[in-house]
């Protein structure tokens, strides 16, 4: 089995790079203000190829002009390299996905993930005053991940959801929708704490209030609210490993990723590494990622002031 490991998490003023062969940054998040602040200072210190990738939803893979890569691929060195860099601040789910799956097949052998933090995401102050802007727009059509396909709506099965809270009420009110999910929902809300940007919290917690308020109101055994890092990778891991080995082997779980994006990254590694476990042992997933692939909004985060540092995240396989 190929398991992920969060070899290093580091505050880093400077962002040259001896060891990254290419540079990755989203399409989709191009245009929002810290990736492109990133991507600028980034390219400046680096004389690497820049890729510009996108997830195509219907096809299950990452594309830009010239390749299309899917969780299975081969020879993803000559695209990629051995070692990309990747501006996590532009990459969302869908290519992370793909992204880390090749990882654990080692097809690369590691990959620097680059964030800034905004000074603010648009309108996330508090204060009755306050004007928000969305900070995406979803159609609410909730897929899964490929390699992720797994059924939860059958008699009996002991199903438990994860949604990992964000600004976006709206996005998560949709997944009532999905036809997917067995009547016996046991449901648990998890909030970044410590959170990545000044009053991500206390917008999550104001913007979700009836969602929260509804499911401690479900008095079931499992906890309703979890709180979980939004500032290390690692630790979201660690955090959900931990509640799954208390957890009977037989159960289900469907996570929906939207917090931090630094949070999701750790999501993500615990998704794949039980993947592993799963197919080690020829089970079908155990555990789920459903996502709605919005667009984002590019005014949803401002950069005010120049960065005193950026985090970098150093992912490998064992």
């Known amino acids: 089995m190929s398991f992920l490991v969060v070899k290093s998490a580091e505050r880093v003023s400077n962002l040259h790079s001896e060891k990254s062969s290419v540079y990755i940054s989203g399409k989709d998040f191009s245009s929002c203000k810290r990736s492109e602040y990133l991507n600028e200072k980034f390219n400046t210190a680096n004389k690497i190829d820049n890729i510009q990738i996108s997830y195509n939803v219907d096809n299950q893979a990452i594309y830009n002009g010239s390749f299309s890569l899917y969780a299975n691929s081969s020879n993803v060195g000559s ?36 964030y800034l933090v905004p000074d603010s995401y648009g309108g996330s102050d508090v ?34 959801q994860f949604s990992f ?12 929708s999905y036809e997917g999910f067995p009547d016996n929902l046991k449901r648990t809300y998890i909030l970044a704490d410590p959170p990545t940007a000044p009053y991500w919290l206390e917008r999550s917690l104001r913007d979700n209030h009836e969602l929260i ?8 055994p499992e906890t309703p609210i979890e709180r979980m890092a939004g500032m290390c990778p690692a630790t979201t891991n ?25 949070q999701t990254l750790g999501a ?23 996502y709605d692939f919005p667009k984002p909004n590019k005014d949803m985060t401002v950069i005010q002031n120049p960065p005193k540092f950026y985090w970098k995240f150093r992912i490998e396989v064992i």
């Open 79 to 114: 695209k990629l390299g051995k070692n990309p860099a990747v501006n996590l601040s532009s990459i969302d789910v869908g290519e992370l996905w793909i992204l880390l799956r090749l990882l654990s097949r080692k097809e690369i052998s590691g990959i620097d993930f680059f």
């Open 127 to 160: 204060g009755k005053n306050v004007v928000r802007n969305e900070v995406s727009i979803s159609a609410g059509r909730w897929r899964g991940l490929p390699g992720l396909v797994t059924a939860w709506n059958i008699d009996d099965v002991d199903f438990r």
């Open 165 to 176: 809270l964000g600004f976006d009420v709206h996005r998560l009110g949709s997944i009532d």
């Open 238 to 262: 660690s955090q959900l490993h931990h509640i799954r080995a208390k957890a009977p082997s037989s159960q289900r779980w469907c996570l929906l990723p939207l917090g931090p994006k630094i």
């Open 268 to 290: 993500i590694v615990f998704t794949s590494n039980q993947l592993e476990i799963d197919n080690k042992n020829n089970n079908e997933p155990t555990v789920g990622m459903l």
């Open 213 to 220: 308020i509804e499911v401690l109101q479900d008095r079931l």
